[in-house]
């Protein structure tokens, strides 16, 4: 097929879409709480070329994905250790979601600090970015 480069750049963009980053948003702060949505995506893409004879050509690309809503962290400012930190799933109770409550209970503070470096880095970032003011 003559233009692939359509192809090339849609897979290109579905590479990006497909990083840890969009599962885990950015943290929200709440004043007295930082709260993470989590989310899961599944995307689908598909695509065809043929020729027929007479040198006739033909093609054409689908794709088609979601993103669903399925849980908060919430982390509280001034309770520390693993008191602080509270997962609240927005699904129905399942196996996999109370497998996940448990898990949470022991990594508690390794995620905490975990979101303290992300919110560090973030307003670095923007400290960075911003130009500076002139009087």
Do not use: N, W, Y
Request: a negative charge; proline letters at 6%; one cysteine or more.
């Amino acid at each position: 097929m003559k233009d692939d480069g359509v192809l090339q750049a849609t897979a290109c963009q579905v590479e990006k879409l497909l990083s840890p980053g969009h599962v885990v948003g950015e943290p929200i702060d709440l004043a007295d709480r930082v709260v993470v949505p989590v989310v899961e995506f599944g995307f689908g893409f598909g695509a065809v070329e043929g020729k027929q004879k007479e040198d006739r050509e033909g093609g054409g690309s689908a794709g088609g994905g979601g993103i669903t809503p399925v849980a908060l962290l919430v982390v509280e400012k001034g309770v520390k250790g693993a008191d602080g930190i509270r997962i609240f799933t927005l699904r129905k109770e399942e196996p996999l979601a109370q497998l996940v409550s448990v898990i949470s209970e022991k990594l508690a503070p390794q995620v905490s600090e975990t979101i303290r470096s992300l919110v560090a880095a973030k307003e670095k970032e923007e400290r960075r970015e911003k130009p500076p003011e002139t009087v």
